[in-house]
Every structure is written in structure tokens, then in C-alpha cells.
């Protein structure tokens, strides 16, 4: 996918802890005892996690498929540690079309894959989400962007 739409979903920092804490709500039941967070983009959310979950093993796994708003094929630059196990949270912040996915489904089987983003190609391959967002949207994600001046109305005739 290429940033060729004119949807844009922004996203504050404080909507995504609260979207990621709404993630770990939906996943008190279960019995993790590590996370794999897949860099860059599930890096602050696998840390809300591990607070809000109190799991104290975190590893990452380093891939990339994305130049800013370009897709490419997926490379892993480093692999994660940790085994895979039922008792392991693989964490990203948004699922887009699945090939990070499908690979990380691939590595690790029976791992538990979560979101706190999905669109719609994505999202049969996440156990747990919290948001949909259509697929023609570029989210534009809190440290991806800076706070600005913002000139008053009359200023900007």
C-alpha cells in the first residue's frame, strides 16, 4: 500500500495508551509469560503490556516492510529469542494487509497475536484488536508526528 488516499486517522498518545490499555483488558483471562514485540511499531504498545499484564519477559523481533508510506517485501533483521509457546504475546500496532502477519504466524504458531489496529485484509490473522480501520486509511501514529504552531483562522487568509 502506498500513501495514496486522502484518509487519514491521527491518533494522540493518549488514545493509544487508552486503546492499548482497552488490549489488555481483553487479555486478563490468559496466562502469557513473555512478549515478542515486532520493531518498530509494537515497541510502546508490547511496554503498556507488559505493565498493565505484569509480564517481565520482553524480546523483539526486527522487520521491515514499510518506507515511511511505501510497502515492500518483509525482512527480519533480527529474530526474536523466545520460543514460540501458547503462553507467548506477539504484539504489533496494526495489522494492514497481513504479510507481517502471515510471517509472524509462520515463526511462531501457536503464539497469541495481537493488535491494537486492524484493517480488513489483516484481520483474520490477530487473535485480538482493538479498532478497525478501512483499508484505504494511512493512521498516522503518535511518533510519527510532531505537535506544531497552528496559525488562528484569520491569520491564514
Not at 488490549?23 to 509494537?42: C, E, M, Q, T, Y
Not at 511505501?70 to 494492514?96: G, H, N
Not at 510471517?103 to 490473522?125: D, I, N
Request: net charge negative; glycine share 4%.
Amino acid at each position: 500500500m502506498s500513501l495514496t488516499t486522502n484518509k487519514m486517522f491521527y491518533v494522540s498518545w493518549e488514545a493509544f495508551h487508552r486503546a492499548t490499555k482497552e488490549l489488555a483488558k481483553g487479555l486478563l483471562n490468559r496466562d502469557f509469560d513473555s512478549i515478542v514485540a515486532v520493531s518498530r511499531g509494537g515497541l510502546v504498545p508490547a511496554a503498556i503490556l507488559a505493565r498493565e499484564l505484569n509480564i517481565r519477559v520482553v524480546d523483539s523481533i526486527c522487520v521491515s516492510s514499510y518506507d515511511h508510506d511505501q510497502q515492500r517485501e518483509l525482512k527480519v533483521l533480527k529474530d526474536a529469542a523466545l520460543a514460540d509457546s501458547p503462553r507467548l504475546l506477539i504484539v504489533d500496532d496494526l495489522v494492514d494487509t497481513g504479510e507481517t502477519a502471515k510471517a509472524l504466524r509462520e515463526h511462531f504458531p501457536t503464539a497469541c497475536f495481537v493488535t491494537v489496529y486492524a484493517k480488513p485484509q489483516g484481520k483474520p490473522l490477530v487473535d485480538h484488536y482493538v479498532t478497525d480501520i478501512e483499508q484505504d486509511t494511512w493512521i498516522q501514529l503518535p511518533w510519527d508526528m510532531e505537535l506544531a504552531y497552528s496559525a488562528p483562522l484569520v491569520d491564514q487568509k
